[in-house]
């Protein structure tokens, strides 16, 4: 603080290892995000569930408070088991944050899905395919002029071994499985006719001329046959590889139980939606969320995937309540349940409710390889005389994250970026008390007027 005035002196104090991280965390991406806290055990609990389950099948809820870091630690987790694991694992994350979330609907971006992730990893063998089918038939033309003009038969009988050839190539190499994803898919869109005479079977020859104008109209399908149809098609794919299928943002989804019922006998407090033009009570959440899960429950119990549902807290009380209950629906459709706790939570080693926040804060101030981040460790780093005050100031700044994040990874990031300034500016502005030369490319946490 100034002698003369009672204005701040500002503080500048570098950020080591700060990132800007402004998206989702998404299993597909390489980036790390800077501001990632692990959680050993949750991490470790959904591995097991996820890896070293002897059987392809299983569903799995994750619970928490929104901002709790709910789909980076899921994200986390299929990241590490897609790059270690020994099977093959194709991951697909469907986001049910809507209005009126529909299974039909569902099952179609479910489908969409499993048809891009099959078609990409078999992508080179359709390539070969294609090319190999388009030089056979170049060859077949220029066989059959030949033919014509010299009258070889020869050419004849090697036309009848290229077409063979072709058809038995196609029977073999075109995965089955793939072509019935894609016509589930176009069924899902609308009514799909079909061609008889479009099969690649050793009779398509004979039948052609006798099939040629007949076809066959298959109607929409509804959401029994896309259950019976994808649990078919898994049950093929899964051979090759395991699916980890993840349904995100259930604890963002929007009612049509806006009227209360006039069973309901007790008052409950209503949140705001996503809309703040209509708030929405936990218990219209829940009852929407546990009607989508239990409508689609053969198809969750049966499919050879893994299922990961990622919901509210409103779901982990509905599961409390739903343990001590003889009906219970819950526990019988999840074989595990896992909620996410916030920073403000301690643990046995750490009886503190600052310290997770204060790891958080020290990963931006101390470079990668640490074993541990802490002020203590952020003192022995800059090892110097001036460093106390910073530490002082530190401490405090971190009592206020505590108190203003309510222990949320996403409030945290909000509040400490608001102080972070980047080098250039602060030089062209002399924004440093020292009137230090501060790195230009570099972050720093900046306090003061």
Not at 32 to 56: A, F, M, V
Request: proline fraction near 2%; charged fraction near 25%.
């Amino acid at each position: 603080m100034n002698k003369q005035t009672s204005q701040l002196k500002r503080l500048n104090i570098k950020l080591e290892n700060f990132h800007f991280f402004h998206k989702p965390s998404n299993f597909e991406d390489n980036i790390e995000d800077s501001k990632y806290i692990s959680r050993p055990g949750c991490e470790h609990q959904l591995t097991n569930w996820l890896q070293n389950n002897d059987t392809p099948n299983g569903c799995y809820l994750i619970t928490g408070y929104r901002g709790m870091g709910k789909s980076s630690l899921v994200h986390q987790v299929i990241k590490s088991i897609i790059n270690y694991n020994k099977k093959k694992t194709i991951a697909i994350n469907i986001n049910l944050g809507q209005k009126d979330i529909d299974e039909l609907q569902t099952l179609h971006i479910l489908t969409k899905e499993l048809k891009e992730k099959t078609i990409s990893q078999n992508y080179f063998l359709s390539i070969c395919l294609t090319s190999l089918n388009l030089i056979s038939l170049i060859v077949l033309l220029v066989l059959i002029k030949n033919f014509y003009t010299n009258y070889d038969t020869c050419s004849i009988c090697t036309c009848f071994a290229i077409i063979t050839s072709i058809l038995l190539l196609n029977k073999f190499c075109i995965n089955k499985t793939t072509h019935r994803l894609k016509k589930l898919y176009k069924r899902l869109t609308n009514t799909l006719e079909i061609t008889n005479s479009q099969q690649f079977t050793l009779n398509a020859i004979v039948s052609f001329i006798r099939n040629f104008s007949q076809k066959e109209i298959i109607p929409k399908a509804n959401i029994q046959e896309v259950q019976y149809e994808l649990i078919h098609i898994l049950d093929e794919l899964q051979k090759e590889c395991q699916f980890i299928i993840v349904f995100d943002e259930l604890d963002k989804i929007e009612t049509h139980l806006h009227e209360e019922s006039k069973d309901i006998q007790f008052p409950e407090y209503q949140k705001l939606s996503l809309r703040p033009e209509r708030p929405i009570s936990s218990r219209e959440r829940q009852q929407q969320v546990m009607d989508f899960i239990g409508n689609m429950k053969f198809f969750l119990s049966t499919a050879k995937a893994k299922f990961v549902f990622i919901a509210g807290h409103e779901m982990y009380e509905a599961f409390l309540s739903d343990m001590s209950d003889r009906d219970f629906s819950i526990n019988s459709i999840f074989n595990g349940v896992l909620h996410v706790d916030s920073f403000l939570s301690s643990s046995r080693k750490k009886n503190n409710a600052t310290y997770m926040v204060e790891e958080f804060l020290c990963r931006q101030l101390l470079p990668i390889g640490y074993n541990e981040y802490n002020l203590k460790k952020y003192m022995e780093d800059k090892n110097n005389t001036t460093i106390n005050h910073e530490v002082l100031f530190l401490y405090h700044f971190i009592t206020y994250l505590t108190f203003i994040s309510n222990g949320s990874p996403k409030k945290l990031s909000l509040f400490l970026e608001k102080y972070v300034r980047k080098g250039n500016y602060l030089n062209e502005n002399k924004k440093d008390p020292k009137d230090n030369k501060l790195e230009e490319d570099a972050f720093y946490l900046s306090f003061g007027y």
